[in-house]
Nanobody, 122 residues
Framework: QVQLVESGGGSVQTGGSLRLSCTAS????????LGWFRQAPGKVREGVAV???????AYPGSVKGRFTASRDNSKNMLYLEMNSLRPEDSGTYYC????????????????WGQGTQVTVSS
């Protein structure tokens, strides 16, 4: 069974940075689109980054220029570098594999991690 595991969440102040990581066991995700999504309490899940198998990434306007997704297929690792964090970036962050349409608008994927909490205080 495919398991995705996120790490790197935590609490930071506005303007701070965090780096999230995601790895998968028993699964070679090289050919697939991966993504990062987040969900705040009372809000719907939203995509913050998708990254295709060739490493090309896409971001919504709310995080573009602040967040950077990257992947290392040789290590089965996915990363999300988050800079200039804002309180509205707080939420549970999930990594996903085989993102439908490889779009951050999709929020549908075949495999999901359990999530890691990010809290940004003002």
């Amino acid at each position: 069974q495919v398991q995705l595991v996120e790490s790197g969440g935590g609490s930071v102040q506005t303007g701070g940075s965090l780096r999230l990581s995601c790895t998968a066991s028993e699964y070679a995700w090289g050919p697939y689109c991966l993504g990062w999504f987040r969900q705040a309490p009372g809000k719907v899940r939203e995509g913050v980054a998708v990254i295709a198998s060739n490493g090309r990434a896409a971001y919504p306007g709310s995080v573009k220029g602040r967040f950077t997704a990257s992947r290392d297929n040789s290590k089965n690792m996915l990363y999300l570098e988050m800079n200039s964090l804002r309180p509205e970036d707080s939420g549970t962050y999930y990594c996903a594999a085989e993102v439908v349409s490889c779009s951050y608008l999709s929020t549908r994927a075949n495999h999901w991690g359990q999530g890691t909490q990010v809290t940004v205080s003002s």
